[in-house]
């Protein structure tokens, strides 16, 4: 796994950088509009070029240099960062500026991360996805841990300026290590080759191969429903925090860690573990943890509930998330992954677009006036939620919480979906020295 941890080391500095940078463009835009919809807005601008990006993008990192890509996507990500840089220390510095970077970022993200994805399989042998999977998460959540409490303490010290100086070195750090390995390219068969010469053919080779198997559709179903619900309560979590501890950071910052720490153990778990034999258990087993743990974080009023169960959220994204990778990985050949797990962000990035865009209006313009001390659900929530700034928001949060349980006890009935791993083979059944399970 040398070559692997090599590029996730530097891939992690980086995700440390990008994480304290969100962080402060969050209390930036909260400070400055005070609503939940600006803050939404910057998962929407993100997701929409994802959209609009991810098939182009998959039959790139299919005929591509999957190495070049990652390091253009970290390159593009810090001359973005130097932008912003510029226009904050000229004073020209504007939410809409935000907004565009966020979608510029998000099209090349999209090529890096397509391109870090489709490496794993010609990197690590299968036994090992698991392990890669749920250390993607641990540089994820680690980021949580660390990146908030520098973010608070620089912002108030060093400022956004720092704070993007900051990102702008990690950004480097990331394109050097990717530049001193080598990354295995996956051998192109020769149906493969007639293939590329037909882009059309490419752009939708990633859906019909979907499609083909019914188990790995309902697998995407399934996911796109959860990570909608998720994105709904993730759009309004913030701010709910905000408007409710009286725009306190550092509660705010707490609860980053609080969800950073869950996230490792999480991710450590796996790691030492390997998981579910059975990895479908380990998807559907995490979306009901997530969705129970959600509910009664979106219930607390307090930081004593927010934080532990901020923690019990977050230590289940791990499980499910390194779950559900194993398994595309193990049942899509390494040489269409990049075409194929494009059609997958397409669909993933359509759903979680839509909840960012509809969220934030949702709490500013319905939940929010209606849990207002005189409003019409006050009589009837009011006790469970309380009343005032927070409280609608706290409701939006709770249903879409419910809403992830729900989708993960519906996973176990559908036979399709629960014996997927034995329903598809793995891509490799058929090579020489393996059996088909």
């Known amino acids: 796994m040398r070559t692997f941890i090599i590029v996730w080391l530097g891939q992690t500095v980086s995700i440390i950088g990008s994480s304290m940078t969100a962080f402060a463009f969050s209390l930036w835009a909260w400070e400055l509009t005070g609503q939940a919809t600006s803050l939404a807005l910057f998962g929407f601008f993100i997701q929409i070029p994802q959209v609009l990006i991810a098939p182009i993008a998959g039959v790139v990192v299919d005929r591509s240099d999957r190495k070049l890509l990652m390091m253009l996507g970290d390159t593009v990500s810090g001359l973005l960062t130097i932008i912003v840089l510029l226009l904050c220390l000229t004073h020209h510095l504007q939410l809409w500026h935000l907004y565009v970077v966020a979608f510029i970022k998000g099209t090349f993200e999209q090529f890096q991360q397509l391109a870090f994805s489709a490496s794993i399989s010609m990197m690590l042998p299968k036994q090992h996805y698991s392990r890669a999977s749920s250390m993607g ?13 520098l973010a608070g303490a620089f912002y108030a010290s060093i400022g956004l300026v720092g704070i993007l100086m900051i990102d702008i070195t990690t950004f480097a750090i990331a394109v050097t290590t990717v530049l001193r390995v080598s990354i295995p390219r996956p051998t192109i ?24 198997r019914p188990s790995l559709l309902a697998m995407l179903v ?7 619900a998720h994105d709904i309560g993730d759009s309004v979590y ?16 707490s609860l980053a860690s609080a969800a950073g720490i869950g996230g490792v153990v999480g991710a450590l778990l796996i790691s030492s573990w390997g998981g579910f034999k059975r990895r479908i258990n380990g998807l559907l087993l995490g979306m009901v943890g997530a969705g129970l743990s959600k509910t009664v974080f979106g219930l607390g ?12 959220s977050s230590f289940n994204f791990p499980i499910l998330g390194s779950s559900n990778d194993a398994i595309w990985l193990s049942k899509v050949k390494p040489e269409v992954q990049g075409r194929v797990f494009a059609t997958r962000s397409v669909i993933l990035s359509v759903t979680s677009a839509v909840a960012y865009l509809i969220a934030g209006p949702l709490a500013d313009y ?13 009589p009837l929530l009011g006790k469970i939620f309380g009343t005032g700034k927070g409280a609608g928001m706290a409701l939006l949060y709770v249903i879409s919480s419910l809403c992830l349980l729900v989708v993960g006890l519906c996973g176990y009935t559908l036979s399709v979906l629960r014996d997927v791993e034995i329903i598809v083979p793995d891509h490799d059944a058929d090579a020489p020295g393996t059996s088909r399970k």
């Open 137 to 149: 998460f641990l540089a994820n959540y680690g980021s949580r841990i660390i990146a908030p409490v």
């Open 189 to 212: 068969t020769e149906a493969g080759i007639q293939n590329y010469r037909n882009l059309r053919q490419d752009l939708g080779f990633g859906l019909s191969y979907i499609v083909a």
């Open 222 to 228: 399934l996911t796109s429903l959860f990570w909608f």
């Open 238 to 253: 913030s701010p709910m925090i905000l408007a409710r501890t009286g725009n306190d950071a550092r509660v705010l910052g």
């Open 301 to 312: 009023h307090t930081p004593l509930i927010w934080i532990p169960a901020q923690f019990c």
């Open 366 to 378: 319905i939940f929010e006036p209606a849990m207002m001390p005189i409003a019409n659900f006050a």
